[in-house]
């Protein structure tokens, strides 16, 4: 059992990179349908607000610190054993395993073209590694009919992963709804499509390790970004700071 720790309202993994790709791989072989959540700041607030993605979110098998401020947080929580997990290097490690192993990949939001990068990114590092299903959902709410048959064509395409790339917190709650249905791993990367596919560019990495990637989105987009970020952000250090003092006490105290 993976240990997994409280950061504001919902509960992320102490995982290496290696423990967790040798998890991954244990599930696809002993064919247990499990998710995994990728998890940045974001969605520790939208915990705080949203009791259905806190639900969804919780219950995936591995949540991974993809944001650095998270990675940080479990740090000053006094969790040595951790890696900073970002999305876009879990998903080249995942495809890697992919490559070595023979799994097939589904691909599960995005759009059509954005897809299609990803893909031939992918493909130029692992040459062996196979898509065998692809499906850009349409921007509407879907019928239990057309999610029934998404479930069917997904066992049909028999793949072993699949990424969900729908953004928190829609990716969560859809594999939360969905996992129990299709027959793979599915696993929410969110943005690494779009850095790996190069319609985003990324962070340098500088940036990244002092935990101001989020910046560089921003100013990258700032129309869209920026009521998110100083929202989310501020309350973010809010929360937190209200958490590590009452740890601080009680490790004081007793």
């Known amino acids: 059992m993976i240990k997994k720790i409280k950061i504001l309202n919902y509960k992320i993994s102490i995982i290496k990179l290696n423990r967790l790709i040798s998890e991954l791989n244990n599930f696809i072989r002993f064919k247990r349908k499990n998710y995994i959540c990728v998890s ?31 990675y940080w ?14 999305g876009y290097l879990v998903t080249d490690e995942i495809c890697n395993l992919a490559n070595e192993k023979g799994y097939k990949i589904g691909i599960f939001g995005s759009t059509i073209n954005v897809q299609r990068k990803f893909i031939n990114n992918i493909k130029k590092k692992y040459k062996k590694v196979r898509f065998t299903y692809l499906f850009s959902p349409p921007f509407k709410k879907l019928s239990n009919k057309e999610i029934n048959k998404i479930q069917k064509e997904i066992n049909k395409s028999k793949i072993d992963i699949l990424f969900v790339a729908l953004g928190a917190p829609k990716q ?3 594999m939360y709804d969905n996992y129990k249905k299709i027959k793979c791993v599915s696993i929410g990367i969110g943005a690494a499509i779009d850095f790996i596919s190069g ?8 940036m990244e390790f002092i935990g101001l990637a989020w910046l560089f989105r921003l100013i990258s987009e700032p129309r869209r970004l920026f009521f998110r970020y100083f929202i989310t952000n501020t309350l973010f250090l809010y929360f937190f700071t209200i958490q ?7 490790i004081n105290n007793g």
Do not use: C, T
């Open 40 to 70: 940045a700041v974001h969605g520790a607030v939208e915990s705080i607000f949203n009791e259905r993605y806190k639900i969804a979110h919780d219950k995936a098998s591995i949540a991974i610190p993809d944001g650095r401020p998270i």
């Open 172 to 174: 969560e709650i859809w």
């Open 244 to 250: 590590y003092i009452k740890f601080k006490l009680k």
């Open 199 to 206: 319609n985003k560019k990324m962070a340098p990495r500088i």
């Open 73 to 86: 947080a479990l740090k000053l929580l006094n969790n040595k054993k951790v890696d900073h997990l970002p």
